[in-house]
């Protein structure tokens, strides 16, 4: 997203170009006074000659140089980001099987035909039906493991209209029904990332907001960075008050364009059947928290309890 864009342009320029200086094996000298040139340089420069041109908003123009210069540099970085992102994508494509369309034949439009590929892959994985199936697990737990769904139960598995629709009879001819399912892996996944949630990670929304469908998150329930249960209270809290505004909003919004009594019920309907799932996806979370954290209390008790035991024997011994 642009928003992990610009912190990524950020965090590059706050440690000193790392990334920018990999992108044609620019030296150091090279992107600092790049750097320098954007930052302070071409502003100080524009504004000194304003300012013996006499121009009266030489501020403005000053101000502007420096945004725009800062903009191209980061419009630079972006497309540096696009570049390696498209690169491995079609690096992957050509170096791994594909199970839908083949190998990649070599040809003098190799470029377009990856590209071509790209898009079919994507498609593919866009329009198809797919079924969301949530675990809540306690312990250590491989983060590709292959055996993910193998003795263990969903806590919930949900289905699109979409996801239903394309499992029709009628859509058979369009739709390719895999037995067993194939599973989706996340990029998180692929690069075996799990974002850790402690107490000092954590944030209001961060629990309640994480997009369930997409990613995963494990949240520490003891020890010293173990989130604690105000924490957790607020996070729930925090949900609650989201999904009441986002209710109030937009009813908000119907009255100020004078909708009628109706339509305005209506509305409030939809918004609520559509907030149903996240609601009781909040729930959820938070009860698997607490039956999480009174596992762990249990756990460590019990094995506290013997550690005093066989401590008392050994000194009877």
């Known amino acids: 997203s642009g928003m992990a864009m610009v912190g990524s342009f950020v965090a590059d320029t706050w440690h000193g170009h790392i990334?920018?200086?990999?992108?044609?094996?620019?030296?150091?000298?090279?992107?600092?006074?790049?750097?320098?040139?954007?930052?302070?340089?071409?502003p100080l420069l524009t504004m000194v000659i304003t300012l013996f041109a006499k121009i009266p908003n030489w501020w403005e123009l000053s101000l502007l140089t420096w945004f725009a210069t800062i903009l191209i540099f980061f419009g630079f970085f972006a497309a540096c980001v696009l570049f390696y992102d498209v690169s491995a994508c079609l690096y992957l494509i050509e170096n791994v099987d594909d199970p839908y369309f083949g190998p990649v034949e070599s040809s003098n439009s190799r470029i377009l035909a990856l590209m071509r590929r790209a898009v079919l892959l994507r498609q593919v994985d866009h329009f198809a039906g797919r079924m969301t199936a949530s675990y809540t697990l306690a312990g250590k737990l491989d983060t590709i493991e292959d055996d993910f769904t193998q003795g263990r139960k969903a806590a919930s598995e949900s289905k699109s209209l979409y996801s239903r629709a394309t499992a029709l009879r009628c859509?058979?001819?369009?739709?390719?029904?895999?037995d067993p399912p194939q599973r989706n892996y996340t990029l998180e996944e692929v690069l075996g990332i799990s974002p850790f949630v402690t107490a000092q990670s954590w944030s209001l929304e961060k629990i309640f907001c994480l997009d369930r469908r997409h990613s995963r998150a494990v949240a520490v329930v003891h020890g010293p960075a173990a989130l604690t249960e105000r924490q957790v209270r607020s996070s729930f809290a925090c949900a609650i008050i989201g999904a009441l505004l986002i209710i109030i909003v937009p009813m908000a919004l119907c009255v100020w364009m004078e909708f009628s009594a109706v339509l305005i019920v209506v509305v409030l309907v939809i918004i609520v059947l559509c907030l149903i799932p996240t609601i009781r996806r909040n729930k959820r979370v938070y009860g698997s928290y607490k039956e999480l954290a009174k596992h762990s209390e249990e756990h460590h008790a019990h094995q506290a309890s013997r550690g005093s035991k066989t401590g008392s024997v050994a000194s009877e011994a």
């Open 19 to 42: 990334f920018l200086r990999t992108f044609g094996n620019w030296s150091p000298i090279i992107t600092e006074w790049i750097s320098f040139l954007v930052y302070i340089g071409i």
């Open 171 to 178: 859509c058979g001819k369009i739709f390719q029904q895999l």
